[in-house]
């Protein structure tokens, strides 16, 4: 499974300390080497204030040499840096923090600061000690202190960049602290921030260099959200909302592909949701119910650049109709899961969702269906595979075309033929997507070479 391991991709897209948590997932699925791992891990702890961490890590690698003399000095700055920004930091917070200035200030940031100014003499240079503070505590580990001093920041300050640098420092440690429903407002926010700066027009070459800066950033949120959207409880449902509008969909498409792994896993998830099961509430959109019919055509388009298990699983299924291949898929579907930092602990929720959809597709081009021969493709037993049926028909609108003959151990299904206009409506929506994919093909090709290496100014620091 090594092979399908998508760490070593991932962690470019992320801030140094998003990729701790994927490291130590990666030294518990002995997937490589301990040592590599920890390796690893010690050269990325390393230019961090982390001090003590680096140090056990180091112990590890090399338990018979002595601790460099480094440490200790580095330990040494990190406490004098800490408590010279901590006072900067303090002076601030001891007057945003009084009542009466909390009920003085307003939406306007520039008459806040003119507030602030004339009546206690705070400059934007000495808020700005807020944003040094936070960041200095996100790079010892104290996530959720330099959480609460980024968002004091950000609230005052009127530095486009720094803002949108605490931006990301908040979301990262919201993450980091596993406060999720924060961590989802943070990174609802930070996409609308990303998706509404205004980009110079024509083809001047700043316009290019925003367009693909705008591009960047847009790649590394996809990778960020991953974090959030599966661990919030209906995160799977949000990835497919966000991810499938189009200019994040275009983003997958050429920037980013494997992600699509995430997108598939998502809709198998949500399979109740996609198939219009009797779970299917009004509250979901049409964008989430027909999400595995587009994610399977673009699982199509983009195979020659990504796939693996999960995506072969769909097209196998939805493509190729090959029942035998989709379950071998399944198999080795299985085990990426349970080795992936973000779906293992969705393992069983994947298999069962990942039976249905077989058992479904299985029932919607076959008339008469043996159960046993069902049971046998789902790696069920008799029994257990006549309850599948019972229940999938039961969350299925197949209830009134579906009898179960227990006899004969049968299943036969009667369907009235499509009309032919639907037939007709369903070819005009292929055309439409190949006709996207086709100008996400050539938006790829012009960009090609030219992404810059753009990354958040929140990880810069470190």
């Not at 440690?173 to 999720?180: H, K, R, V």
């Not at 799977?236 to 920037?255: D, G, I, K, S, W």
């Not at 008339?367 to 790696?379: E, F, K, P, V, Y």
């Not at 070819?427 to 090609?448: D, H, N, P, S, Y």
């Amino acid at each position: 499974m090594a092979e399908y391991d998508l760490t070593k991709t991932i962690i470019p897209f992320l801030d140094r300390h998003l990729a701790f948590p994927l490291l130590a997932h990666l030294a518990e699925t002995g997937l490589f080497p301990v040592d590599h791992v920890r390796a690893a891990q010690y050269e990325l702890a390393k230019p961090t204030n982390m001090v003590d961490y680096s140090v056990s890590l180091f112990t590890q690698l090399h338990p018979e040499d002595e601790v460099p003399e480094e440490f200790a000095s580095k330990r040494e700055n990190t406490l004098t840096t800490n408590e010279r920004l901590q006072n900067e930091a303090q002076s601030v917070l001891d007057v945003i923090e009084n009542p009466e200035v909390a009920q003085a200030l307003r939406q306007d940031k520039m008459q806040n600061l003119q507030y602030l100014k004339d009546h206690y003499n705070l400059t934007l240079g000495q808020i700005t000690a807020l944003y040094h503070f936070g960041q200095f505590q996100y790079s010892y580990g104290n996530y959720r202190g330099a959480a609460d001093y980024l968002y004091h920041f950000r609230v005052l300050s009127t530095d486009n960049e720094l803002n949108l640098s605490a931006h990301w420092g908040k979301l990262a440690s919201n993450i980091l602290d596993g406060d999720w429903d924060v961590a989802l407002e943070e990174l609802n926010t930070l996409r609308e921030v990303i998706d509404s700066r205004a980009l110079p027009t024509g083809l001047t070459a700043s316009g290019e260099l925003a367009a693909v800066a705008q591009l960047q950033s847009r790649t590394w949120i996809l990778h960020w959200s991953l974090f959030v959207y599966f661990n919030h409880p209906q995160g799977r449902t949000m990835l497919l909302e966000t991810f499938l509008v189009p200019t994040y969909l275009n983003t997958v498409q050429t920037a980013a592909p494997w992600i699509l792994r995430y997108l598939a896993t998502a809709a198998i998830l949500s399979r109740k949701q996609s198939s219009g099961g009797a779970s299917t509430t009004g509250a979901t959109s049409a964008r989430v119910r027909h999400a595995l019919k587009e994610i399977v055509k673009v699982v199509q388009t983009e195979g020659y650049q990504y796939h693996d298990p999960i995506t072969d699983f769909l097209k196998e299924l939805y493509v190729e109709f090959d029942f035998e291949a989709a379950q071998r898929e399944l198999t080795a579907a299985e085990r990426v899961v349970e080795n992936d930092f973000f779906l293992g602990e969705f393992r069983e929720d994947f298999l069962d969702n990942a039976r249905y959809l077989i058992s479904e597709a299985y029932c919607r081009i076959h008339h008469r269906i043996d159960i046993a021969d069902l049971s046998d493709r789902l790696n069920l037993s008799r029994d257990e595979g006549e309850k599948w049926i019972v229940n999938l028909i039961r969350e299925t609108r197949m209830g009134a075309d579906a009898k179960i003959d227990l006899e004969k151990n049968v299943i036969e299904i009667n369907r009235p033929p499509l009309p032919m206009y639907q037939t007709v409506i369903e070819k005009t929506r292929g055309l439409a997507f190949r006709t996207q994919a086709l100008g996400a093909a050539i938006e790829k090709t012009q960009m090609q070479g030219q992404v810059p290496e753009v990354q958040p100014a929140a990880a810069e620091a470190r």
